[in-house]
């Protein structure tokens, strides 16, 4: 290279000597050189990453066509929730200050209220007094935080529930028991737009006047902004073993049983028909279509509680609905060393604004949790024996062999189902049934079931 370059006349002017611009040449090839092997790089990674997505394409492709399994329906989907509640859900702050206003020390105090709640709700629960929500700072604390998360939880599940067990007659009688401030009617108002039309009659229990007065505001104040005639809230200062005048079409209690259940000496399973034959009195005998639905946090103990209603329901010729596929055994019943039902979503698209008291209450979630069971007087339909009807009931476990398991509950028993696919609690799986005897799990006992 050096013998092909010379200096011209203004170099050697310029005092530039041969050295110089021979280093200066080299200098320009390596770094030509060097951006063509970046250039040559990035293409070549180009490739390599385009011809990578297309493998995981083909295989996710070849998943899914192996994936022989039929998802129903989800506890869960937030697409279900109506687009008018999920507004309301957002900004529910705004209806709790325009009906209770707070002050700027009362609001400053409020996290601090809320955590204190919060405790004698949970680890300090054998201090807790029954009637703790007549004091105005437990109440306003329960509204401004609990209320608001049992919304974000229970519209989504009652936005998701199957629309048949909603269908009532034009007028029908709604019976809520530990009504508190009016969770449950809120939460049905929001959740099932269809229910807004008809004539409903709504018995609200509680032991606290203050909280029904409370929750009613709230509740017409919710019904305002829905633009929907208001039902008929009827308050009663009562408990599970008070009565109204009359029967209902729908019997709901959530988030009471499991606070009688901590306060009571009797052993769980005598509770279990107890609360069970009271709920089922607010019922009319020749009612075929009464429907109950119990719902409680999902603790291990809450959800014993909650199997063992679902027994005593059936005995009583209720038949669950949800989250059960089947009136068989309940395969995740709770007892010692097995598993207990529950069903779970993440929290991450909860209100910012209740994300934000939560974290200044040191509260702050990561996923909603609950146990639940919905029956009605329905003739029990029989599954295909051609196909597996499952509820997943667990996050994703990891299983040796680089592969993914979900617990699910079956009229089969428990199940263990494999997937490559990503699949969530609450979901309904409809499956062929294997036509070999399915392998039993040793850690779990649950039969495992390749989707």
Request: charge should be positive; include cysteine; proline fraction near 5%.
């Amino acid at each position: 290279m050096a013998d092909k370059i010379e200096l011209k006349w203004y170099e050697k002017k310029q005092g530039i000597h041969i050295k110089q611009k021979i280093t200066a040449e080299q200098k320009k090839i390596d770094a030509d050189e060097k951006q063509r092997r970046k250039i040559e790089e990035k293409s070549n990674s180009e490739k390599q990453q385009k011809q990578k997505k297309e493998k995981i394409e083909r295989i996710q492709k070849q998943q899914k066509k192996n994936f022989t399994a039929e998802r129903i329906s989800s506890l869960f989907d937030p697409t279900g929730i109506p687009k008018d509640a999920a507004s309301i859900i957002e900004k529910f702050d705004d209806i709790v200050s325009s009906t209770h206003p707070l002050n700027s020390k009362q609001r400053a105090l409020l996290p601090q209220q809320i955590a204190a709640l919060s405790h004698n709700l949970t680890d300090q629960r054998g201090e807790r007094r029954m009637g703790y929500m007549n004091e105005t700072t437990a109440l306003s604390a329960y509204v401004h935080y609990f209320l608001w998360w049992n919304l974000v939880r229970l519209v989504k599940l009652f936005s998701n529930l199957d629309k048949s067990f909603f269908d009532f007659k034009e007028e029908c009688t709604f019976v809520d028991i530990g009504s508190g401030p009016l969770t449950v009617p809120i939460a049905l108002l929001l959740a099932r737009p269809e229910l807004r039309k008809k004539n409903v009659t709504f018995y609200c229990l509680d032991i606290s006047q203050q909280a029904l007065s409370f929750g009613e505001d709230i509740f017409l104040s919710v019904a305002a902004r829905l633009e929907t005639t208001s039902w008929k809230i009827i308050r009663v200062k009562g408990t599970l073993d008070s009565s109204v005048k009359d029967k209902a079409d729908l019997v709901t209690c959530a988030n009471m049983l499991n606070e009688l259940h901590d306060d009571a000496d009797m052993p769980p399973d005598f509770l279990a028909k107890k609360y069970t034959d009271r709920l089922i009195s607010f019922v009319d005998a020749k009612n075929t279509k009464a429907r109950i639905l119990s719902i409680e946090p999902g603790d291990p103990r809450s959800a014993r509680l909650v199997s063992l209603m679902r027994d005593a329901f059936i005995r009583k010729n209720f038949i669950p609905v949800a989250p059960c596929c089947h009136s068989e055994t309940c395969p995740m019943d709770g007892k010692k060393g097995g598993k207990w039902c529950n069903f779970a979503f993440a929290a991450d698209n909860a209100p910012a604004d209740l994300k934000r008291i939560s974290e200044k209450a040191d509260l702050a979630k990561e996923r909603a949790v609950l146990s639940f069971v919905a029956v009605e007087r329905e003739e029990q339909k029989e599954e295909n024996p051609s196909f597996i009807t499952m509820r997943i009931a667990s996050d994703p476990i990891r299983l040796p062999g680089h592969r993914t398991g979900y617990y699910a509950c079956s009229s089969k028993g428990l199940l263990l189902a494999v997937t490559n696919q990503k699949l969530f609690s609450g979901e309904l799986i409809k499956v062929p049934a294997p036509r070999r005897p399915m392998p039993t799990d040793t850690k779990s006992g649950a039969l495992i079931i390749d989707l």
